[in-house]
């Protein structure tokens, strides 16, 4: 495959990801107390959004560079 098609189906793939989850979530403990032999913690639970906006793009531009590569002859 050309690496303009490969990179054009990753960024497909990233797109379609960004607009169906529309963000990450991920969980993060934190120490509340450490006294000696007692330790408290919490875990949190931290979302990073993604736009939908950089889901179109993305799948914009990925659909743009896999119909590019396929139109360029082989080198």
Known sequence: MK????IGIFL???GVVALAYQGI???SREKIIDI???EATQ???KTI????ILGVFALAGGIALVIIGRGV???
């Open 3 to 6: 690496r303009t098609m490969i």
């Open 12 to 14: 497909i793939a990233l």
């Open 25 to 27: 979530t991920y969980t």
């Open 36 to 38: 000696g032999p007692i």
């Open 43 to 45: 875990e949190t639970e």
């Open 49 to 52: 959004p993604l736009s939908p």
């Open 73 to 75: 002859k082989n080198q």
